[in-house]
């Protein structure tokens, strides 16, 4: 069920709804909780007002930040609220829907059993996961983590998706697959990028297969405890979940209601998992220090895949590349109902920011370049 503001008349509905925002924004000026950190105070400062202003132009309920300098997580923050209607505080530890930078995750999972020989990135994907049909050419696993595959992603009208606002709970990776399995390719498996979060629902599978354990178990066990991220974890709608935001929409007056209901049983593996900024900076700095994959399989995940036929993708295999502020960047960001996201890695200068925001379309990627230019002081004008 989704709650609104009590059935008022129009415009004493909107100024409610305008008070409680603003009073929500005002936390902002007293972040919660900040973690023990090595910044300088005036750098310090510079970085909370980055973000107060940010959440204050946009109407953002919450905001989590949080910054991983010389390879170490040295500073975190909440802002806001993680509930509206409760004004329960945002916190670094506060639990946000990740989005898309669950594509990350994954990809290390999937390179973690590739160095351990349990996964042939250029193996056919019916290899491990035979519940998925044969197409016009084989389809593998490298071609999913690069978006080459020509799985599509979700259909403009949402035909054969699943609808807006449906709590329909997927058992499993096989029944997630009758969704598009039996679609045709948008192209030859190589030829073309095509972001696809359905790709990745794939990869799950394949993850399973490989791994003979469930696609939750095997990131939690292998990628999730060895980095020390305790509290990320699939986003189950139905279960009781602490630390967990509520997620928030605005709507075309401005106005910031409860976001529709979602139920990522489907896209887990590509949409589905939930952290918080604590826990994303300890990823970014697992990564950093090579501890969850070999500097060599790091690099690899890290290098540009190219399309046999297409246009450069500016992905590699979990992530994309990019280069800005005169520095190499790696990262993802991610957005779905009631989530905005964006994470950030600088290799070069061992550098991470990571900003989850609890407003849908909320456009946290400037914010998140805006904090790292002034975390490891970048020329704006940089290409």
Same mark, same amino acid.
């Given at each position: 069920?989704?709650?609104?503001?009590?059935?008022?008349?129009?415009?004493?509905?909107?100024?409610?709804?305008?008070?409680?925002?603003?009073?929500?924004?005002?936390?902002?000026?007293?972040?919660?909780?900040?973690?023990?950190?090595?910044?300088?105070?005036?750098?310090?400062?510079?970085?909370?007002?980055?973000?107060?202003?940010?959440?204050?132009?946009?109407?953002?309920?919450?905001?989590?930040?949080?910054?991983?300098?010389?390879?170490?997580?040295?500073?975190?923050?909440?802002?806001?609220?993680?509930?509206?209607?409760?004004?329960?505080?945002?916190?670094?530890?506060?639990?946000?829907?990740?989005?898309?930078?669950?594509?990350?995750?994954?990809?290390?999972?999937?390179?973690?059993?590739?160095?351990?020989?349990?996964?042939?990135?250029?193996?056919?994907?019916?290899?491990?996961?035979?519940?998925?049909?044969?197409?016009?050419?084989?389809?593998?696993?490298?071609?999913?983590?690069?978006?080459?595959?020509?799985?599509?992603?979700?259909?403009?009208?949402?035909?054969?998706?699943?609808?807006?606002?449906?709590?329909?709970?997927?058992?499993?990776?096989?029944?997630?697959?009758?969704?598009?399995?039996?679609?045709?390719?948008?192209?030859?498996?190589?030829?073309?990028?095509?972001?696809?979060?359905?790709?990745?629902?794939?990869?799950?599978?394949?993850?399973?297969?490989?791994?003979?354990?469930?696609?939750?178990?095997?990131?939690?066990?292998?990628?999730?405890?060895?980095?020390?991220?305790?509290?990320?974890?699939?986003?189950?709608?139905?279960?009781?979940?602490?630390?967990?935001?509520?997620?928030?929409?605005?709507?075309?007056?401005?106005?910031?209601?409860?976001?529709?209901?979602?139920?990522?049983?489907?896209?887990?593996?590509?949409?589905?998992?939930?952290?918080?900024?604590?826990?994303? +900076?300890?990823? !970014? /700095?697992?990564?950093?220090?090579?501890? @969850?994959?070999?500097?060599? =399989?790091?690099? $690899?995940?890290?290098? #540009?895949?190219?399309?046999?036929?297409?246009?450069?993708?500016?992905?590699?295999?979990?992530?994309?590349?990019?280069?800005?502020?005169?520095?190499?960047?790696?990262?993802?960001?991610?957005?779905?109902?009631?989530?905005?996201?964006?994470?950030?890695?600088?290799? +070069?200068?061992? !550098? /991470?920011?990571?900003?989850?925001?609890? @407003?849908?379309?909320?456009? =946290?990627?400037? $914010?998140?370049?805006? #904090?790292?230019?002034?975390?490891?002081?970048?020329?704006?004008?940089?290409?």
């Amino acid at each position: 069920m989704i709650l609104t503001i009590p059935r008022f008349s129009a415009s004493l509905r909107r100024r409610a709804a305008h008070l409680a925002v603003a009073f929500v924004l005002a936390l902002a000026v007293a972040p919660v909780w900040a973690q023990k950190t090595s910044l300088s105070q005036e750098k310090r400062g510079r970085l909370e007002s980055l973000v107060t202003r940010f959440q204050y132009a946009h109407s953002v309920p919450g905001i989590s930040a949080a910054v991983v300098l010389d390879g170490k997580p040295v500073w975190s923050e909440g802002f806001g609220v993680a509930d509206m209607e409760n004004f329960v505080p945002a916190t670094s530890s506060t639990l946000y829907r990740l989005g898309s930078i669950s594509k990350p995750i994954t990809a290390v999972a999937a390179m973690q059993l590739w160095e351990q020989g349990k996964l042939d990135l250029d193996a056919p994907v019916q290899k491990y996961c035979p519940a998925f049909p044969q197409k016009e050419a084989p389809i593998t696993t490298r071609q999913l983590l690069a978006h080459l595959s020509g799985i599509r992603h979700y259909n403009p009208d949402g035909k054969g998706d699943v609808p807006d606002d449906s709590a329909r709970h997927f058992g499993n990776m096989e029944e997630s697959l009758q969704l598009f399995a039996n679609d045709p390719l948008l192209s030859k498996p190589g030829a073309e990028f095509h972001y696809s979060t359905y790709g990745y629902t794939l990869i799950g599978c394949v993850l399973e297969g490989a791994a003979s354990q469930k696609y939750v178990d095997y990131v939690h066990n292998n990628v999730l405890v060895p980095a020390e991220m305790y509290e990320t974890q699939a986003d189950n709608f139905f279960a009781v979940i602490q630390h967990r935001t509520r997620w928030y929409h605005k709507d075309k007056s401005g106005v910031v209601r409860n976001a529709g209901v979602l139920d990522s049983s489907y896209k887990i593996p590509g949409g589905g998992l939930i952290s918080s900024a604590d826990d994303m +900076a300890k990823f !970014a /700095s697992a990564m950093l220090a090579d501890s @969850l994959l070999k500097p060599a =399989t790091r690099e $690899l995940m890290w290098t #540009v895949a190219k399309p046999s036929g297409g246009q450069p993708s500016h992905y590699g295999l979990g992530w994309f590349i990019t280069d800005k502020f005169g520095v190499h960047l790696v990262g993802h960001t991610g957005g779905q109902q009631g989530t905005d996201t964006s994470l950030l890695l600088v290799p +070069a200068r061992r !550098a /991470s920011v990571v900003v989850l925001a609890n @407003l849908d379309d909320a456009n =946290t990627t400037p $914010l998140a370049e805006e #904090v790292l230019r002034v975390l490891l002081d970048l020329d704006q004008k940089g290409p």
